[in-house]
């Protein structure tokens, strides 16, 4: 699963705009020049469930809400299983019309330890920004009933390489190249299983104090 990633920097935002532009996505170059992050976020520069935070669309680069609301029960769905998002009608309504890539400095995952867990923090191995594939929605805004609002989820499937260690889920991480490819359609539910893309795993304790938001 992904239950927390980090919030970007400026210079990744920075790096994000060159990456859509070198693309040909249908995001005009105002709505990237113009992209300003004011968003609340939790502790550490982290991104906890229900904030709102930059994500990739086929003509947009904007903030949405994290999560899903539940119809039937309180709280949010923050994640899809790559293997049944054509069969669960919350998902699959989406897949046409809903995708979206959501960028981060790297994602947790909590290690069980007999009766406690153990936090580590997941990274590319070059230090590349990540690209989650995500599915969006349009809703109605809870504060203004005329007027809609965006909440996304987080695509995830079976974990490999040295993350297969401390949790079996992991997000579907898509390369700077597969972007426009899985936003138009190209990259289907059964590409992503066959997908290997790998991170270099630490406990948050040894986390490299070079880095920029610890």
């Known amino acids: 699963m992904c239950g927390r990633y980090t919030v970007l920097t400026e210079e990744e935002i920075i790096r994000i705009r060159e990456i859509i532009k070198d693309i040909s996505l249908r995001i005009t170059r105002d709505d990237v020049d113009n992209y300003e992050d004011t968003a609340v976020y939790g502790t550490a520069g982290e991104v906890f469930p229900t904030n709102h935070a930059p994500v990739i669309t086929i003509n947009s680069f904007e903030r949405m809400k994290w999560g899903f609301k539940k119809w039937n029960s309180p709280g949010v769905i923050i994640n899809a299983r790559s293997e049944t998002i054509r069969t669960k009608s919350v998902f699959s309504k989406h897949l046409e019309y809903g995708r979206c890539v959501v960028p981060a400095g790297e994602f947790f995952e909590w290690e069980k330890l007999g009766t406690g867990k153990k936090k580590h923090y997941a990274k590319d191995k070059n230090g590349n920004l990540l690209f989650m594939a995500g599915l969006y929605r349009d809703i109605k805004d809870d504060n203004n009933p005329n007027e ?39 990259i289907t539910p059964e590409d992503i299983e066959k997908m290997d893309y790998n991170v270099v795993v630490m406990p948050v304790e040894d986390y490299d104090t070079q880095l920029s938001i610890f």
């Open 148 to 186: 809609t609002a965006r909440e996304f989820v987080i695509i995830t499937k079976e974990s490999v390489g040295e993350l297969a260690k401390i949790h079996d889920r992991m997000p579907v991480i898509l390369r700077a190249e597969q972007i426009e490819a899985w936003l138009t359609g190209e």
